[in-house]
């Protein structure tokens, strides 16, 4: 089984609609991360959480929110999807100076 | 700020030549650097990371990286590319006081021909 696991893989919807994303993880790593990728992008930071009760903007939070609902889970919501948060989206987890475990990413077309 | 570039969108190498991928860095204080790979429809994987220690860092799949404070760069290289290693490749850094956060490069897409 995969250490990090995203759901969906896949997601269409329309525009307006609420959406969440979930990621959860066996590795017991304390630090979680939700990241954007953009083509020609890179990764950038939505939001990251050091443990159950901590959230922390990252530099692209607008539009969205998370919950830290147990170490193991953290989910992206996208309150009111708009097309220009068409993307792929991943969750990592890290701990120490050990690098960071990324999941398989969900796909998400906002039409 | 911490900043990270990866200056070519593409790099195209016939197999069987050395690669190099390169990275430039900015960081206050000591730089963590890490390399990752990705495959399509794939999360980042890790190759290898610098922390501190010796310059030449060595990783999966035959890859390595040299640490170059003074230029502040960490360029990923390989002796013999395989047609296999075509995927995108990604460079991060992180502060070492302790913010944890991760900053990635654009990325740079690696071809091998055959």
């Known amino acids: 089984d995969a250490d990090v696991t995203q759901t969906p893989r896949n997601r269409i919807t329309k525009t307006g609609k609420r959406i969440m994303l979930e990621c959860s993880q066996t590795?017991?790593?304390?630090?979680m991360y939700w990241y954007r990728q953009d083509p020609g992008l890179g990764l950038r930071l939505i939001y990251y959480s050091f443990d159950v009760k901590d959230i922390n903007k990252g530099e692209i939070s607008d539009g969205y929110s998370v919950s830290r609902q147990a170490q193991a889970k953290f989910s992206l919501s996208l309150e009111s999807a708009i097309p220009n948060q068409t993307a792929f989206y991943f969750c990592?987890?890290?701990?120490?100076?050990?690098?960071?475990?990324f999941g398989d990413g969900t796909r998400l077309s906002i039409l | 700020a911490q900043s990270v570039a990866q200056p070519e969108d593409q790099v195209n190498v016939a197999e069987g030549n050395p690669l190099t991928v390169k990275c430039t860095y900015s960081?206050?204080?000591?730089?963590?650097l890490f390399w990752y790979v990705q495959y399509p429809n794939r999360g980042l994987q890790f190759l290898l990371k610098?922390?501190?220690?010796?310059?030449l860092v060595k990783g999966s799949y035959g890859f390595e990286a040299e640490f170059n404070k003074s230029q502040t760069s960490f360029h990923l290289k390989k002796p013999s590319a395989l047609v296999s290693d075509s995927a995108l490749y990604f460079c991060?850094?992180?502060?070492?006081?302790?913010?944890?956060?991760?900053?990635f490069g654009t990325g740079t897409r690696l071809k091998v021909l055959a």
């Open positions: 590795k017991g790593h304390d630090r």
């Open positions: 991060a850094v992180r502060d070492s006081f302790g913010t944890y956060k991760y900053i």
């Open positions: 960081v206050s204080g000591n730089p963590y």
């Open positions: 610098y922390i501190t220690g010796d310059n």
């Open positions: 990592a987890t890290s701990e120490g100076t050990q690098p960071q475990h």
